[in-house]
């Protein structure tokens, strides 16, 4: 049996097992997630502005999905297969209408760990063409940090990859709606994709935008910085962002987020060229800019050693 195929069994049956744990449990029927119906037929779940534990249950990035005529589109499925179950559970509770796709918007495992609740024949997953190569590379972590601090054991066949990749844009059709997938160049990951409602103007932007839960670089700084002028562009009525509150000001809510990053890059040049060692500037860069941001402690630290790796050595 090939090894997508392996996969794809696994992934099955690791829904059908959790499906029937979670409905001895009572979850599915008693805890779906709470969701919001921010335009018409446009519903999301807003994360807690935290880091990924086990005391919030993985339970911090904004989920979304989008209802046509025919089927609906689910946007990000949650921090762990549990998380994916309730996810699940409260899109059947607004709809009867089929899941049809899985967008998966890039490959950080608060987004993308309850994949195999959704895992079916007639759902197709959807992400960057970038996103498996780089699930393939974490998959490891993130099934040991599963087991290790959620208690959730979880086998490498049963981790859903999916099938659809977006190179550039790509439309999916609903029915009477049509979503718009752009896959941008490295930014927050080498493997960001948004999600755009044409009927209503709302942009999933994901985490190319963060509000109150501080930025965080994983992909290339500049590259984020140049994408963000492009999302500007965008004729967006709502933006959802992947962590923190959705926003009805666009584009000034990506404001905040441009200031940050532009402080941590003109900050992280100015180190290096007075010859500040790492250590140094990780004690030093873009403290005042960071300071209006939750998270700050967990993850500004880790940004300015990445911004400065990034640009030790620029032209």
């Not at 549990?82 to 059947?92: F, H, K, N, Y």
Request: aromatic content about 8%; glycine content about 8%; proline content about 5%.
């Amino acid at each position: 049996m090939p090894l997508r195929m392996h996969r794809r069994v696994g992934a099955l049956l690791l829904g059908a097992f959790l499906h029937v744990v979670a409905a001895a449990q009572g979850v599915a029927e008693a805890a779906p997630l709470a969701v919001t119906e921010v335009a018409p037929g446009v519903y999301m779940h807003a994360g807690l502005v935290e880091d990924w534990l086990p005391s919030n249950a993985g339970d911090i990035a904004n989920l979304g999905f989008v209802i046509g005529s025919r089927c609906v589109a689910v946007i990000d499925t949650g921090g762990t297969p549990q998380l994916g179950q309730r996810w699940r559970a409260a899109i059947e509770r607004t709809t009867r209408l089929p899941i049809c796709f899985v967008i998966d918007t890039h490959a950080h495992p608060d987004h993308v760990l309850g994949n195999a609740a959704f895992a079916g024949p007639d759902t197709r997953f959807v992400a960057s063409a970038k996103f498996n190569a780089a699930l393939a590379a974490r998959e490891r972590y993130f099934l040991n940090s599963l087991a290790r601090d959620f208690g959730v054991s979880v086998a490498h066949g049963a981790v859903v990859y999916p099938t659809l990749a977006v190179e550039g844009t790509r439309e999916l059709d609903l029915g009477d709606r049509v979503l718009v997938l752009k896959a941008w160049p490295t930014a927050h990951t080498d493997n960001d994709l948004t999600v755009y409602d044409r009927r209503t103007r709302t942009l999933f932007a994901s985490d190319l935008l963060f509000t109150q839960h501080i930025p965080v670089v994983d992909g290339n700084l500049r590259g984020w910085l140049a994408v963000m002028q492009d999302l500007a562009a965008i004729d967006a009525t709502r933006v959802i962002p992947g962590h923190g509150p959705i926003s009805n000001d666009w584009p000034a809510a990506l404001k905040p987020q441009q200031e940050y990053l532009e402080a941590l890059r003109r900050e992280t040049r100015a180190a290096i060229k007075a010859g500040k060692t790492l250590p140094q500037a990780v004690d030093s860069v873009g403290m005042a800019a960071a300071s209006d941001w939750q998270l700050t402690d967990r993850f500004h630290r880790r940004n300015v050693t990445a911004a400065f790796a990034e640009l030790e050595w620029e032209d």
